[in-house]
DNA sequence: CCCCAGGCGTCCA
DNA sequence: TGGACGCATGGG
């Protein structure tokens, strides 16, 4: 459908109109949002936050120092996040591809440009997904908001309110929205970051499984009236 | 008590 | 290739 790029760009715009600018990933380094990105896995953010107080307090926010913590103490220290088993040996599993060749250089938004990071927005999908733990949204999560890099993260909110208003079709797969929305989107990244970020306001606010969708930004537009629940 | 949360890997047809 | 299932805490 022809019309799709611009009912997109009018999304954004109610979106930002009702919630502003939301600066995201919510994080000080590329690290750190490495680290939430993994840890926010089907996990509640506010459980993520204390699991990375926990780490910062106990001085593990480094690469090589994540990447030396022993499984328990990483894992006692990450419990609040849900999954903590499974989740120690993902971030270790993400220090050590980092470690390997660039040591405590990771890389990423403020760095010298020779981290892990620092290559292509190809070169790093493909290492990231390589990596057992991270799929497609944490890898996109990353390559956005720690690198910098230009690509669009779709999560099950972005496919929850773009199936509602009839942009998508139940049966496109993860690949599928992304390619509809980088095609159809400015080549920008601070817009595709705060697109996601605009998205996932809406979805936790109005576009719950079982919520309403009165008051959303987007109450307006497309489909919206026939694809409640 | 229930359902939900910014997924992912494994297993199996 | 796609669906079921396990992983786990904390909040509503």
Redesign the pocket.
Known sequence: MTRTPKLLMEMYQAMHARFGDQH???GDTPLEICV??IL????????VE?AVANLKAAGCMSVSALYAKPHAELAELI??A??????AKRLKNFVAAAHRDHGDNLGGTGGDGHGFLDRSVSALREELLS?????????D?IIL?AAGKLTFVV???TYRILLRHGSIAPED?YEAVKELLESSLPQSAPLWNDYHAQL?AV??TYC???AQCAGCPLEGFPHDASAGR
């Open positions: 995201w990933w919510p939430g990105a926010t896995q089907n996990t509640n953010w506010t459980n204390k419990r609040p849900g999954y903590y088993n499974i989740k990596i057992n733990g991270i799929g497609r949204e944490t890898a999560s908001y999560d099950a909110y797969d996932v979805g936790k719950r499984p079982t």
